[in-house]
């Protein structure tokens, strides 16, 4: 049988466990031209909140009844399709199903000798896709360049202030406890980390950049975008990347107050969205396969076990009970 | 004797008749190397505010004491300066009062039998500026975009709209009053004008421009920011340039609710200061004077006078009783 997740209802606030529904069905059949992929694991994003709001975005939003839509990795398993066949590993928009007939739209095989697959839809997948696009494209670091990162220790935020260290960069992230922020520091080698669950990030901040930030890769929104904003330097570039912070909000987001250090600063504030970089992925992946290769960039997977245990997981997002790039195995 | 005008204290909050006390002193002797010009007129601008704030900004703040920054224009009526003589019309930064002895340092010789004074403090000089460079250089506009200007009866943004519409663009600007409207729309040629004091501004601009903006010139923050963001297309690109909704609050500035529209639409908001632009501004005026001897640029200056009006007529700066560029004569 085929366990398929699917969106019950569109949450107010903080998803609860009967947003969504677990169902059960057989295991399609393909037809002429598609292929049968038996899903292994599933990627958990943050931006999985936004695409359950029915608000026009970057991508429809997952409607009533539909799959939850997820990244996904898996074996293709039966093949009608030209250029998938049996024993290929494969990554897409599977969504939250052990099992999708599909006609290849969207998905491309990888290698798992290479790295192992719950990588591709971490470090090597949407997730370190969107770091690299996002702080060398939007945020345009140089050496020299003081880079402040939240979310420091997620699965983009840990990708973005290596790269930023990669290329001669001073790298501060946030991160929420002690022991995130020893990872951030210890095993990724950030400069600095702020605790901003245990810290003043205002304080810790001026501390770690006396002269100020010159690129701010924001993942969180709320207060700490506020923070970055007041101690940005002339021609700062802030990267919207995503607002954790603010997902569940029940009322309006908070908006940037401090945005006029923007006019001040003659800086910029871009939002960014992967996709538009997907032509470049090749090149992405090469570049960042050969930088794990020397030892210079580090990838951890969080991976919990079973569909069934989807909205525990889940809620890991949001309560910061994870380290690195969340991952749920479905495929039983 | 020379009336200076000096900062008394710092305001919180909108600026009181004793934020500044006018004092007499002798007209001042200058020294070898310096010229007395006589300021005929000086530029009220939104951005007179934010100097009187004790922050860190683009410039340093007035301090208490200090006579109050000001654009000024004026002739030189003694000289003993190699580059100024006697006769010249000369504008800088003068700041309210009467006369002033200088090295001639941040000021420059204009030709008033091309235009009339008041003007090169206004279209020709930094709010003109500002909309030149604000709206080509930061906003990027190109033939075909829908373009939102908020404060479009001002001095900078009645200039951003027009030259928009030189450049092909459809133009929206938002004023207070019907009568303010009628002006932007019937003599400066703007596709639109939404009256932000009796319209539905989200209602409005959906009319105006069904299909979203492609540019908004930010004059004014607070609410019409947060409509513009919600209505913006991909690739937009929003220019602060002021907020002058928020310059008199005594709490925190409105931050825009709705930045993540940013990320939705990857979309950029940029911050902008004229000084940037110095060393083109010769290009501009150039451009700008074409234009008007064309008749495709027009420029409004609401004149009042007397040195010892500046503070009813600074207020009008914040209570839209005024049409256009408003300029103070302080000679007598």
Same mark, same amino acid.
């Given at each position: 049988?085929?366990?398929?997740?699917?969106?019950?209802?569109?949450?107010?606030?903080?998803?609860?466990?009967?947003?969504?529904?677990?169902?059960?069905?057989?295991?399609?059949?393909?037809?002429?031209?598609?292929?049968?992929?038996?899903?292994?694991?599933?990627?958990?994003?943050?931006?999985?909140?936004?695409?359950?709001?029915?608000?026009?975005?970057?991508?429809?939003?997952?409607?009533?009844?539909?799959?939850?839509? *997820?990244?996904?990795?898996?074996?293709?398993?039966?093949?009608?399709?030209?250029?998938?066949?049996?024993?290929?590993?494969?990554?897409?928009?599977?969504?939250?199903?052990?099992?999708?007939?599909?006609?290849?739209?969207?998905?491309?095989?990888?290698?798992?000798? !290479?790295?192992?697959?719950?990588?591709?839809?971490?470090?090597?997948?949407?997730?370190?896709? =969107?770091?690299?696009?996002?702080?060398?494209?939007?945020?345009?670091?140089?050496?020299?360049?003081?880079?402040?990162?939240?979310?420091? *220790?997620?699965?983009?935020?840990?990708?973005?202030?290596?790269?930023?260290?990669?290329?001669?960069?001073?790298?501060?992230? =946030? #991160?929420?406890?002690?022991?995130?922020?020893?990872?951030?520091?210890?095993?990724?080698?950030?400069? #600095?980390?702020?605790?901003?669950? +245990?810290?003043?990030?205002?304080?810790?901040?001026?501390?770690?950049?006396?002269?100020?930030?010159?690129?701010?890769?924001?993942?969180?929104?709320?207060?700490? !975008?506020?923070?970055?904003?007041?101690?940005?330097?002339?021609?700062?570039?802030?990267?919207?990347?995503? *607002?954790?912070?603010?997902?569940?909000?029940?009322? #309006?987001?908070?908006?940037?107050? +401090?945005?006029?250090?923007?006019?001040?600063?003659? #800086?910029?504030?871009?939002?960014?969205?992967?996709?538009?970089?997907?032509?470049?992925?090749? =090149? *992405?992946?090469?570049?960042?396969?050969?930088?794990?290769?020397?030892?210079?960039?580090?990838?951890?997977?969080?991976?919990?076990?079973?569909?069934?245990?989807?909205?525990?997981?889940?809620?890991?997002?949001?309560?910061?009970?994870?380290?690195?790039? !969340?991952?749920?195995?479905?495929?039983?």
């Amino acid at each position: 049988m085929n366990k398929q997740l699917k969106l019950a209802k569109r949450p107010v606030g903080m998803p609860t466990a009967d947003t969504w529904v677990l169902e059960e069905s057989p295991i399609p059949t393909i037809k002429e031209g598609e292929f049968l992929l038996r899903q292994d694991y599933i990627s958990l994003d943050p931006a999985m909140r936004g695409w359950m709001n029915d608000a026009k975005s970057y991508i429809p939003p997952v409607q009533i009844g539909e799959v939850m839509r *997820a990244g996904s990795i898996g074996e293709v398993i039966e093949s009608k399709h030209p250029n998938f066949k049996v024993g290929d590993s494969v990554t897409g928009w599977g969504g939250v199903q052990q099992y999708i007939a599909t006609d290849g739209k969207g998905f491309y095989t990888v290698d798992t000798k !290479l790295a192992p697959a719950p990588m591709y839809i971490g470090t090597l997948g949407m997730p370190g896709m =969107t770091a690299y696009f996002g702080i060398l494209e939007v945020g345009k670091i140089k050496e020299g360049d003081v880079v402040l990162v939240s979310g420091a *220790a997620g699965a983009v935020g840990s990708v973005v202030g290596q790269i930023a260290k990669i290329k001669g960069c001073t790298v501060v992230g =946030t #991160a929420g406890g002690p022991e995130k922020c020893k990872y951030v520091t210890e095993e990724l080698g950030f400069d #600095a980390c702020i605790d901003y669950k +245990n810290e003043n990030v205002y304080k810790e901040l001026k501390k770690a950049a006396p002269k100020g930030i010159d690129v701010y890769f924001d993942n969180v929104g709320g207060e700490i !975008l506020d923070v970055a904003l007041a101690q940005i330097r002339p021609k700062a570039r802030i990267v919207i990347c995503g *607002a954790i912070s603010q997902y569940n909000n029940k009322t #309006a987001i908070k908006g940037p107050s +401090n945005y006029l250090s923007l006019l001040v600063n003659r #800086a910029t504030m871009t939002g960014m969205v992967v996709m538009d970089y997907a032509k470049d992925y090749g =090149t *992405a992946a090469q570049n960042m396969g050969m930088w794990m290769a020397q030892g210079k960039l580090k990838s951890k997977e969080d991976i919990y076990t079973g569909i069934d245990n989807f909205y525990q997981t889940f809620q890991r997002l949001f309560n910061g009970k994870k380290m690195g790039k !969340l991952v749920l195995k479905i495929s039983e």
